[in-house]
């Protein structure tokens, strides 16, 4: 038996992931890898909360998403990899707390509200997506982890899943501990147009992007709105390509484009093409272990039903005490 902590966290395959997906969540999962015991889920039936009327892209997203995973450094030698909708017993637990959670506390969640108001191309008035927590809640105490890691958009979600935990085991005994959050630091990473990045503001720089593709969009990023013409001076510290230099490129370097900029030594095109370089170059590893997966679709199948199957032997324990409890 492992003595290491026991975490766990998801994604919903609702796009393939982008520098911010990257730098916020997936390469602190990576590194989180050898300290902890590691589930890491793809809830696809969460991105059916939202995106029902829309299916048909969740299926190549899920493997998207994995080969985005694989290839950035999560392993299944280190790490349970699997996706919710192979783990029926999740159904099962949701159902078990939907019972006892007061509709109140999901109607007060503020990602709800939030989600409410901001999609309102989209008929989000479902039984489902208000029960979206409680799915949630499954997924999480399943595995009874020590602690979730999370950005603080998702907070929220795990402060229910605690307060649903209390309230099971108030009415039913002590099964499951209440999983702590694990607040990801989200370095703040803009589009290429300086809203946040996201897939649905077309702004993002995805890691399955070509080189060539990565030289467009950084092409036509926006820099210091001041800076009409290449001889004025700009000021680096307002300009959204100077902050990638800062993640992309060496400290020495960074100071040098600093000055230049200011003292309009250096143009913005040759400053976007320098950045650009450093990033293809960073992304490189990740270009090169895509093409491996993407070349071998069995083998991630296999990589998704075989982490399930492992993440089912848990699941399955956790329901058999579940079911005792409540006596059914
Ligand atoms: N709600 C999460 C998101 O949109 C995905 C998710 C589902 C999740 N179940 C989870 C995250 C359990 C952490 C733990 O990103
Ligand atoms: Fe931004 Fe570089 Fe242009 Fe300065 S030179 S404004 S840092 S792109």
Redesign the pocket.
Known sequence: MSQKKRI?????PTGPLHLGNLLGALANWVNMQDEYECFFFI?DW?ALTSDYDNIDPIKDYKREIMIDWLSAGLTPDKSTLFVQSLVKEHAELFLILSMITPVPWLERNPTYKEQIGQLSNKDLSTFGFLGYPVL?AS??IMYKPYG?P?GVD?AP?VEITREIARRFNHFFGNVFPEPEVILTETPRILGTDRRKMSKSYDNAIFLSDSPETIRSKVASMITDPQRARRADPGNPDVCKVFDFHKLYTGADTVAEIDQQCRTAGIGCVECKQKMAQNLIQALEPIREKRAYYEARPELVEEIMVEGSNTARQTAQKTMEEVRQAIKI
């Open positions: 766990l966290s998801g994604m919903r809830a969460h949630q997924d999480i979730v999370v998702q979600h």
